[in-house]
């Protein structure tokens, strides 16, 4: 079964700060990663995503995620934070041939002014 | 354009009650899901349809029927609606069943059962 993980129920980041929010998952076989952002009162918009190749994903807003498949992680980065970045941050993983997508419970990012 | 709209956004009903929800997706995508959130924001799926056919049936209770009608739409129709049933659901679409492609989501469509 595919599991992801978020430990961190929220992050706190002064604006201009580097910032990380943390994935990990669990899936037999290879693993499609995603990342989501959803704003208060708002539906999920798509970030970025690994499906293959190169392990540092580029995505929207500047933000980009490492694949790590020793550790597997997949964890979210922005090198300078913006206020406007705060919101809910959602992993999701899929199984390569399943269609079932799981996210994780989600983080909170704050970043402060 | 929209590329998922659901209707209605807010839904207030008491228990007992009958409501539907509606969705329709204009991006030509062949799959379509209902994932559901709860008050402590986890997002759950609920069912996917690939081109009208049923491909994920999560433990919902039967009183929760999901239709789809062409592959542009797919509605849930939830029966004797109870205190649990409240939370925001959402409908997402997919490109075609197996692909590597992300879900496009809905704004979420909040019910509350009083």
């Known amino acids: 079964a595919q599991s992801v993980a978020q430990p961190e129920d929220q992050v706190n980041v002064a604006e201009g700060n580097p910032l990380t929010v943390k994935c990990t998952y669990s899936v037999s076989g290879n693993p499609y990663l995603f990342w989501y952002v959803q704003y208060p009162n708002r539906g999920l918009q798509f970030l970025l995503k690994y499906i293959t190749g190169d392990n540092l994903v580029k995505g929207s807003y500047g933000f980009e995620a490492e694949f790590n498949k020793s550790q597997t992680s997949f964890h979210l980065k922005k090198p300078s934070a913006l206020v406007s970045d705060s919101a809910l941050y959602f992993c999701?993983?899929?199984?390569?041939?399943?269609?079932?997508?799981?996210f994780g419970t989600g983080t909170r990012l704050l970043v402060s002014p | 354009d929209t590329a998922v709209s659901q209707t209605p956004k807010y839904l207030v009903t008491q228990m007992g009650n009958d409501k539907s929800i509606k969705c329709e997706q204009n991006l030509g995508h062949d799959t379509m899901y209902w994932y559901k959130q709860d008050s402590k924001k986890f997002l759950k799926i609920m069912f996917s349809y690939n081109n009208k056919e049923l491909i994920i049936n999560e433990t919902v209770p039967n009183r929760f029927s999901p239709k789809s009608p062409d592959k542009a739409h797919l509605n849930l129709h939830i029966n004797s609606l109870e205190l649990g049933d409240s939370a925001v659901y959402f409908c997402a679409s997919s490109p075609r069943q197996g692909t590597t492609g992300e879900l496009f989501f809905g704004e979420g469509s909040r019910l509350t059962v009083l």
């Open positions: 999701a993983v899929r199984a390569t041939g399943f269609q079932k997508l799981v």
